[in-house]
């Protein structure tokens, strides 16, 4: 399992810390299993957010083309008569 980022753990802290806050002003509970209640009920919801974090996503890098594909994908020369100069062939 990868280590979780800093966006991640800083998402998953502060979600745990608003929560728990919010859930107890809002229940006015004052019993410890209500308080207990609470907290596992935060500490599941920051990690559901920390876990939802988008993560970066590693750049792809082009594998190398051999030299006879590049050659062939290669433009055309264009003709000295379209370029519209005043010389002709």
Do not use: D, K, N, W
Request: hydrophobic fraction near 50%.
């Amino acid at each position: 399992m990868p280590r979780p980022t800093a966006a991640q753990l800083a998402y998953g802290s502060c979600t745990v810390i608003f929560s728990t806050l919010a859930m107890l002003l809002l229940s006015q509970t004052s019993s410890g299993v209500g308080i207990a209640i609470i907290a596992v009920a935060a500490l599941a919801l920051g990690l559901l957010v920390a876990m939802t974090v988008p993560l970066p996503r590693s750049r792809v890098v082009a594998a190398h083309r051999p030299a006879a594909e590049q050659a062939e994908q290669a433009e055309e020369p264009v003709p000295v008569a379209a370029t519209g100069s005043s010389t002709s062939v």
